[in-house]
Each structure stands twice: as C-alpha cells, then as structure tokens.
C-alpha cells in the first residue's frame, strides 16, 4: 500500500486548509486511517483517525473541534479538513494506514504505512 497526502501550504492565522491521502492497494475493513503530524524539534503526534468501515472518528485535544477528519470508501481517500488553524499548528502533516486496527488510534506504532508528509504553515 501506498499513501499519497497533499494540500498543504502557507495559510494565515484563522484560515483553513484541507488535506487529502489517497491510498493504492486495498484497504480493509477493519482497517484504520489517521493523521500525525510533527513540528521542528518536536516528536510526531497523533492529530485524527477514522475507522474505515464505520468512519468512527478520534481526534485529538488539541484539534478537536477544528479539524474534521473523513474517508471517501470509493476513492481510498482519508480527508482532514482543518479550520481555525493557528501557527502553533505548523507541522509536516502525515497519513498513515493501521491495516487491521484494533484500537488505540493515537499510537504511531500500531500504524503500518505512512505517506511522506505534507508541510502545513501558519503564519500569525
């Protein structure tokens, strides 16, 4: 499997960006798709999941509320729409795929694939 993420860019405080990840080869399932994301000097952190099958969604504090994540079962794509954005939301934005998830989203480790990142910037 392969994950693609784009939609990143340059946005100014209290405007929104959203992300997209699309995903060749199959997703099951019982799979599971979350978005991380990493600032400079800072260690990876879990942003958003969805759980493919029910879209069951899980969201970090920090975002919760501003960011929305989905999944399009057709076209293997997740989505994070993200509002709001502060600079403190400044990071390298990553997709991943859990390929049979059985829970605890926010763990990086319990993901197997992950896209190579899209640069989200916010500027105050």
């Known amino acids: 499997v392969q994950l693609q993420a784009c939609g990143g860019g340059l946005v100014q405080a209290g405007g929104s960006l959203r992300l997209s990840c699309s995903a060749s080869?199959?997703?099951?399932?019982?799979?599971?798709m979350g978005w991380f994301r990493q600032a400079p000097g800072k260690e990876r952190e879990f942003v958003a999941a969805?759980?493919?099958?029910?879209?069951?969604?899980y969201y970090a504090d920090s975002v919760r509320d501003r960011y929305t994540i989905s999944r399009d079962k057709a076209k293997n794509t997740v989505y994070l729409e993200m509002n709001s954005l502060r600079p403190e939301d400044t990071a390298v934005y990553s997709c991943?795929?859990?390929?049979?998830?059985?829970?605890?989203?926010?763990?990086?480790?319990?993901?197997?694939?992950w896209g190579q990142g899209t640069q989200v910037t916010v500027s105050s």
């Open positions: 969805i759980t493919w099958n029910n879209a069951w969604t």
């Open positions: 080869g199959r997703i099951f399932s019982s799979s599971a």
């Open positions: 991943a795929l859990d390929r049979d998830s059985t829970g605890n989203y926010h763990l990086n480790s319990n993901y197997d694939y």
